[in-house]
């Protein structure tokens, strides 16, 4: 009877509640001799790799597993989110596992910034992250740009080992996955037979034509990224489709800009300068007076302020304020995790306040372009 609430393919436990996590099966499926998780169905009938979430703790344990494999571990970040995306103390969950970073969605980005600044950013913030990096690459998933990189550094770096794909939701892990799908697996074996009997991964095996596999893993949630907090509609507005184009505004101190009404940007002192927001260009920005910006907002939130509407606020957890001083000289982004980044190449400073969901991450960083 045990047998009967496992996945044959991949091993995860059973449900038919949520279909957003590992393990949902319809109902109407657990009659049958066999039963594989949705998941495991979709690939193996529809050569479809499908995103699943889990909580925290459950990843954690996930990535313990991996450790106790021999295998290459490849983390997916989107550079949208860098900082929301990346998974703090991966290293240590993986054990002496080799991690190959793979940077998705270059093409939000204007053309022509140079890939090797990018690349030097990439490596001195995952450095900081403590992550020992075998190899950085940047792709596109969606546009296949840098695909052949991504097919390259696999092949060279593992060797005669399993690839286990991990990162957080939304960071194009299932799209990359299809691709690879798509154009090196070897549907013909048998799909997503588990390893390591009795420890359940969660995890579904996708054969490759060399007789290795892909492992796809579920995506974790961070509640600390605008992208997890918002309902379903606001996140297609929120996650940019195609290359941002920037916005520059020239503000004097004493000046606001809401973003939608996601978040609010104040200078609050300094001498007038430009500020650059690199936000989905879906959402509307809104320029305002510092003090007339908390009334604007009790007026018009969710109607001329918006997404998201008023309803989908009231279940949005209130703002909290951050002070960010950017120092004379400075040249930073001001970070909001999932939303994206306002540049800053402050010559004479510059005192900032964002307003934004408690609990999203906000923060200064060095400017990504
Ligand atoms: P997962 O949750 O990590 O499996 O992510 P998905 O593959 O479902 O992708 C999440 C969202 O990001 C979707 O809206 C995708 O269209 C989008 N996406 C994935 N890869 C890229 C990319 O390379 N560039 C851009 N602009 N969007 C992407």
């Known amino acids: 009877q045990q047998e009967k609430v496992r996945c044959a393919g991949c091993g995860v436990n059973l449900q038919t509640k949520d279909s957003g996590k590992p393990g949902f099966v319809p109902a109407a499926a657990l009659e049958k001799e066999i039963i594989i998780c949705q998941r495991c169905f979709r690939i193996k009938n529809y050569n479809e790799a499908a995103s699943v979430a889990i909580d925290q703790d459950d990843f954690l344990r996930l990535l313990g597993g991996i450790a106790a494999t021999d295998s290459l571990v490849v983390h997916i970040v989107d550079l949208f989110d860098f900082e929301g995306s990346i998974i703090p103390g991966l290293q240590r969950f993986v054990g002496n596992n ?201 007026e018009h939130k969710g109607v001329m302020l918006a997404p998201p509407s008023a309803e989908q606020l009231a279940d949005m957890p209130a703002w909290t304020r951050h002070r960010l001083n950017v120092k004379r000289g400075q040249e930073m982004d001001v970070f909001i995790s999932g939303l994206g980044w306002i540049h800053v190449n402050s010559t004479v400073g510059a005192l900032i306040d964002i307003h934004a969901p408690k609990g999203i991450r906000v923060m200064l960083r060095d400017a990504l372009i």
């Open 98 to 298: 080799p991690v190959l970073l793979v940077v998705n969605k270059i093409d939000l980005l204007p053309k022509g910034v140079s890939t090797n600044r990018l690349r030097n950013w990439v490596q001195k913030q995952a450095k900081a992250q403590g992550i020992r990096l075998m190899d950085v690459i940047l792709c596109s998933a969606k546009r296949g740009t840098g695909f052949e990189h991504v097919i390259e550094a696999l092949a060279q770096h593992r060797g005669d080992r399993d690839v286990y794909v991990v990162g957080a939701t939304n960071v194009g892990k299932s799209t990359l996955i299809n691709r690879l799908i798509r154009d090196y697996s070897d549907l013909e074996r048998e799909l997503t037979t588990s390893r390591y009997p009795g420890t359940t991964l969660d995890a579904v095996h996708i054969p490759l034509d060399d007789g290795h596999d892909i492992i796809d893993t579920p995506g974790i949630v961070y509640s600390h990224r605008m992208t997890e907090i918002v309902p379903r509609d606001v996140l297609g507005a929120i996650l940019p489709e195609k290359e941002i184009k920037p916005i520059v505004y020239q503000l004097n101190a004493d000046q606001s800009i809401f973003v939608g009404a996601l978040a609010r940007f104040d200078f609050v002192e300094g001498e007038r300068q430009s500020f650059t927001f690199y936000v989905s260009n879906g959402l509307k920005l809104h320029r305002t007076k510092l003090e007339r910006a908390d009334e604007l907002y009790a």
